[in-house]
């Protein structure tokens, strides 16, 4: 029987990200959008009312300075009076609060254990959707039933040495990736052993809802190769790390070959150290611009000494020698530390890429971002190029408005028939957990959207959360 995939998500906890980033994303992204609004309706107002003024009393200018400063005196009173009206106070108080509350949850989940969070992803998905065996996708009377679902949890190499945005006397300088990876790992092995110990009665002796294969988390800059390996004794050369993890999957000339050795794989053997990890732990690697991965760093010059842009051509080399899938933010937002981070995270810097190497399985994620129809255009003209088959696009944390599907289905649509096909076949569905919590209550209620909406017919949902993803991920 079928999966259900999520190619997108994460699971860390607070010592793993730059927390400085974290703010500065959540400011970005959640607070400053809402104040700019305020500020804009209030300026346009006020603008309006004083040419109001103007045009219709016959004043000059001087006289309708002086009103509008009596005007503003007005509004400032009429705001305080407001503010202690208790129907509206409640109201604002009301908003405030369920943006804080997502915080909130957003860091509450990011305080809990990761095999502990797994587990209540499960029993809030079993709950919500009734699931004992598997999961189903039910739609206007019709379903489709799934055995699992995939979580392929993307690790981000925070590594970063130095902040690029950051004033404070005491910067991020270095956030070792290996014990993010460790973490993980001792999460996915006691969701896998001890979850029969915590579930909900009901589906205690049911088989677990998910499979899980990680992607590994790689900036090439916090790697050097061999050749220059005594510039970097923190961590070992890239060719050293990609062999290790991934060299095995030279031999898999199939997609059930790969998903056979992944499912063969028995996490109860991880004790805890980044030692005790063997090929088919990771099933892809995750690249992540805006912390200063640099996907085609040609300005940077042939005789860079770290040789960044060898160490990415060697890196995408091998992943088409290995079929190893790469997922890439492309968005203009994120955990914004590169100060470069959008000429980094922009699709047309992935062209240059995919010219050298038209064969890299690439997804490019968040669709371009959904405020930025330039970078969703440009996707998907090079996804309709036809040069490039293994070019995919995933929606994850679009959905957490509802109307996304509506918004993303006009997208779509406005393109010919033919074209649209192309298109639909190379998108594939994604969450941003537990990034996503910021805009979305749970797992479970970001998964409902996708359900539940109309935009796109069952085979649809299926090509997104099935087909096209295990196309991308070489398991089908």
């Not at 999966?3 to 970005?28: E, V």
Request: charged content about 20%.
């Amino acid at each position: 029987m079928a999966c259900f995939y999520d190619a997108h998500c994460h699971m860390m906890n607070l010592s793993h990200p730059n927390l400085s980033a974290i703010i500065r994303r959540i400011y970005f992204e959640v607070l400053r959008p809402q104040l700019l609004v305020i500020l804009l309706w209030g300026v346009f107002i006020l603008t309006g009312l004083w040419l109001g003024i103007v045009v219709l009393a016959g004043q000059t200018f001087i006289e309708a300075f002086a009103t509008l400063a009596l005007w503003i005196a007005m509004v400032l009173v009429v705001v305080f009076v407001v503010f202690l009206l208790p129907g509206v106070r409640k109201k604002m108080v009301s908003v405030l609060q369920n943006k804080l509350g997502n915080v909130m949850n957003l860091l509450a989940i990011m305080e809990t254990d990761i095999g502990d969070c797994l587990i209540q992803m499960e029993e809030e998905l079993r709950n919500r959707f009734s699931l004992h065996d598997g999961c189903t996708v039910v739609m206007n009377g019709r379903k489709v039933e799934y055995e699992r679902m995939v979580l392929t949890p993307l690790i981000m190499d925070f590594g970063l040495k130095g902040d690029g945005l950051s004033s404070s006397v005491y910067k991020v300088r270095w956030k070792p990736v290996v014990a993010q990876v460790e973490d993980l790992f001792l999460g996915i092995r006691d969701y896998y052993c001890h979850r029969e110990k915590w579930i909900a009665s009901a589906y205690a002796h049911t088989s677990p809802l998910f499979r899980i294969y990680p992607f590994m988390g790689i900036n090439t800059r916090n790697y050097s190769m061999r050749m220059h390996s005594g510039r970097n004794p923190r961590s070992m050369p890239l060719e050293d790390l990609l062999e290790k993890n991934f060299a095995a999957f030279h031999q898999d000339t199939t997609p059930q070959m790969r998903r056979a050795r992944l499912e063969a794989v028995d996490w109860s053997d991880f004790d805890g150290s980044i030692a005790s990890i063997t090929p088919y732990h990771f099933m892809g690697i995750k690249v992540y611009p805006p912390l200063g991965f640099n996907p085609w760093p040609v300005e940077e010059g042939a005789g860079n000494p770290e040789g960044e842009m060898e160490k990415v051509r060697y890196l995408y080399e091998f992943c088409i020698a290995h079929t190893i899938p790469i997922t890439a933010h492309c968005s203009p937002g994120g955990f914004l530390v590169d100060s470069r981070y959008s000429a980094f995270s922009d699709p047309s810097r992935w062209e240059l890429v995919l010219r050298e190497y038209p064969g890299l399985r690439l997804n490019l994620a968040h669709f371009g971002g959904a405020d930025s129809k330039a970078w969703q255009r440009k996707i998907v003209e090079l996804i309709l190029s036809g040069k490039y088959p293994n070019l995919y696009t995933d929606i994850s944390y679009q959905g957490v408005d509802r109307k996304f599907y509506e918004k993303l289905k006009v997208f779509i649509d406005s393109y010919g028939e033919q074209e649209r096909r192309v298109i639909m076949e190379h998108v594939i569905y994604g969450t941003d957990f537990m990034i996503n919590l910021q805009d979305v209550k749970s797992y479970g209620a970001y998964m409902g959207h996708f359900f539940e909406t109309e935009a796109f017919s069952l085979e649809e949902k299926d090509m997104l959360a099935h087909t096209n993803t295990e196309r991308f991920l070489y398991l089908g």
